[in-house]
């Protein structure tokens, strides 16, 4: 399966078959080739997000602290949807 992506103005989206090193490295290639200025780059401590990945002229990285799901956007995105689903779906 081939990753989806679509660049919207300023807005990277992918939607890759597996979050492994090699998927995340094309995704921040992609997203690294967007960024027009020195950004910061924050995501949870998963195997996959290897900071060595990143080229520091352009994105830097920084881990979220583990068992801090209130500072993850995803998981408050996801708490939202299950809301919504709740005793709708099983």
Do not use: Y
Not at 20 to 42: H, R, T
Not at 54 to 81: G, I, S, T, Y
């Amino acid at each position: 399966m081939k990753p989806f992506f679509q660049l919207i103005g300023r807005c990277f989206t992918a939607f890759l078959p597996k979050l492994d090193s090699e998927s995340f490295a094309w995704f921040i290639g992609k997203v690294q080739e967007c960024v027009e200025q020195k950004s910061l780059f924050i995501a949870d401590a998963v195997t996959a997000h290897k900071f060595q990945l990143f080229d520091n002229q352009v994105m830097v990285f920084e881990r979220l602290p583990a068992a801090c799901p209130e500072l993850n956007p995803v998981e408050r995105f996801f708490k939202e949807v299950q809301k919504q689903l709740k005793h709708r779906f099983f």
